[in-house]
């Protein structure tokens, strides 16, 4: 995969960006290099887990307790987690006591383009409950995401929210001008590129 975004103009003022998306949408690298062009920190739930967890209930908790804690600081930062799930009421109310402006972006891809970049990763998360076959999983995280975007997401005016579709076919560099320039058109109240077909 070719990843030369380029580069991302140095106006952009503090705020929190949140990536959302189903298993192999793209979020770790789009927040990565998103991370790397900002200056912003970086943290998922895949690395709370990573670093805080052991499997376990308890570590799940850990994880989402430091995840949260990202969310409510005030510092600015590069986020990511699914979007959907029991934790997405937890998160508004962190993004929100962060004080910060907050866009939040969903990369919308084909299931099929999800299923089959899932299937290549290596990276072990810990987790305490076994994940189903990565074609289910890919749709049911999907399906809560489309349950949490206009009912939690999109309702919350303080958040500037995109939901940003991509074909599989989308090269990298493309996807990345086109949610690096959502992110800063949010910051002048317009978006070049809503609901993208």
């Given at each position: 995969?070719?990843?030369?975004?380029?580069?991302?103009?140095?106006?952009?003022?503090?705020?929190?960006?949140?990536?959302?998306?189903?298993?192999?949408?793209?979020?770790?690298?789009?927040?990565?290099?998103?991370?790397?062009?900002?200056?912003?920190?970086?943290?998922?739930?895949?690395?709370?887990?990573?670093?805080h967890s052991d499997s376990t209930i308890?570590?799940?908790?850990?994880?989402?307790?430091?995840?949260?804690?990202?969310?409510?600081?005030?510092?600015?930062?590069?986020?990511?987690?699914?979007?959907?799930?029991?934790?997405?009421?937890?998160?508004?109310?962190?993004?929100?006591?962060?004080?910060?402006?907050?866009?939040?972006?969903?990369?919308?891809?084909?299931?099929?383009?999800?299923?089959?970049?899932?299937s290549l990763r290596q990276k072990y998360?810990?987790?305490?409950?076994?994940?189903?076959?990565?074609?289910?999983?890919?749709?049911?995280?999907?399906?809560?995401?489309?349950?949490?975007?206009?009912?939690?997401?999109?309702?919350?005016?303080?958040?500037?929210?995109?939901?940003?579709?991509?074909?599989?076919?989308?090269?990298?560099?493309?996807?990345?001008?086109?949610?690096?320039?959502?992110?800063?058109?949010?910051?002048?109240?317009?978006?070049?590129?809503?609901?993208?077909?």
């Amino acid at each position: 995969m070719n990843r030369n975004p380029g580069t991302l103009p140095g106006n952009l003022r503090a705020k929190k960006i949140l990536l959302i998306g189903t298993l192999g949408a793209g979020k770790t690298t789009i927040a990565l290099d998103l991370a790397k062009r900002t200056g912003y920190s970086y943290i998922s739930i895949d690395e709370c887990r990573i670093q805080h967890s052991d499997s376990t209930i308890p570590g799940e908790e850990s994880a989402w307790w430091h995840f949260l804690a990202a969310c409510a600081d005030p510092a600015p930062g590069i986020l990511e987690f699914s979007g959907g799930g029991p934790h997405v009421h937890e998160v508004r109310e962190a993004l929100l006591d962060s004080g910060l402006p907050v866009s939040i972006i969903w990369l919308d891809l084909p299931h099929e383009t999800c299923i089959e970049r899932a299937s290549l990763r290596q990276k072990y998360v810990p987790a305490p409950f076994p994940w189903g076959p990565i074609d289910i999983s890919v749709q049911a995280i999907y399906s809560s995401i489309e349950r949490a975007w206009d009912t939690v997401w999109c309702a919350e005016p303080r958040f500037h929210t995109v939901r940003m579709r991509f074909q599989g076919s989308t090269p990298y560099p493309e996807m990345f001008a086109k949610v690096a320039a959502a992110l800063f058109a949010g910051m002048a109240g317009e978006n070049p590129y809503p609901e993208e077909p």
